[in-house]
Nanobody
Framework: QARLVESGGGLAQPGGSLRLSCEAS????????IGWFRQAPGKERELVSC???????????YYADSVKGRFTISRDDAAHIVHLQMDSLRPEDTAVYYC???????????????????WGQGSQVNVSS
């Protein structure tokens, strides 16, 4: 069964860094737009960042305002992995982080507008001193 797997979560101190990774089993990430979402206790799930598929005609990335300048999303197409580098972490970044994949929709060019229909199980990130 096709699935996504996140890794790299854990505990970090404020100001520290973590790198999340997303891999897929039984399908290639290369052909999908990939998003990173997070959900903190008592809050709705939110899109943190996303990146268009490999060789997209309209390559783009997106960052939520709360993480802009601190988080970086990237694709390693040779290894079929998508990373989310998280720097200058804050306690409010504490959440479960989910990797998701979207089948490209020719009618939507921005990764933030895609329908994400494949999900990982999530990776806990805790930022605390």
């Amino acid at each position: 069964q096709a699935r996504l797997v996140e890794s790299g979560g854990g505990l970090a101190q404020p100001g520290g860094s973590l790198r999340l990774s997303c891999e897929a089993s039984q399908f290639a990430l290369d052909y999908y737009h990939i998003g990173w979402f997070r959900q903190a206790p008592g809050k709705e799930r939110e899109l943190v960042s996303c990146i268009t598929r490999r060789a997209s005609r309209n390559p783009n990335t997106y960052y939520a305002d709360s993480v802009k300048g601190r988080f970086t999303i990237s694709r390693d197409d040779a290894a079929h992995i998508v990373h989310l580098q998280m720097d200058s972490l804050r306690p409010e970044d504490t959440a479960v982080y989910y990797c998701a994949a979207a089948t490209p929709d020719v009618g939507r060019t921005q990764c933030r507008d895609q329908e994400y229909n494949y999900w990982g199980q999530g990776s806990q990130v805790n930022v605390s001193s």
